[in-house]
């Protein structure tokens, strides 16, 4: 494997892990469905409630990973994706 920047063949090649937080949202079929008529209820009879669980609750998150080979040249140092 040659470097695409200097052309040395003295490349390492590892493999990264890449992660990143994502909200959780509900789908469309919820907001169609449900959505339209228990959002409304929900602030008017449970307003503190509803409040309070917006404020101290943190948000739904999924965590997603993605794993990459990635190829480092020893000589000049760059990087790039295998």
Not at 3 to 17: A, D, F, K, M, Y
Not at 18 to 45: A, R
Not at 50 to 57: D, G, Q, R, S, V
Not at 65 to 82: I, L, T
Request: positive net charge; proline residues 4%.
């Amino acid at each position: 494997m040659k470097c695409p920047n200097c052309g040395s063949e003295n490349v390492n090649v590892q493999l990264v892990t890449e992660t990143q937080l994502k909200d959780k949202h509900h789908g469309c079929l919820w907001w169609l469905c449900v959505s339209w008529w228990w959002i409304p209820i929900k602030w008017f009879y449970f307003f503190w409630i509803a409040l309070f669980a917006k404020i101290f609750i943190p948000k739904r998150q999924k965590l997603k990973q993605r794993h990459v080979a990635q190829c480092v040249c020893q000589d000049c140092g760059s990087y790039w994706d295998a």
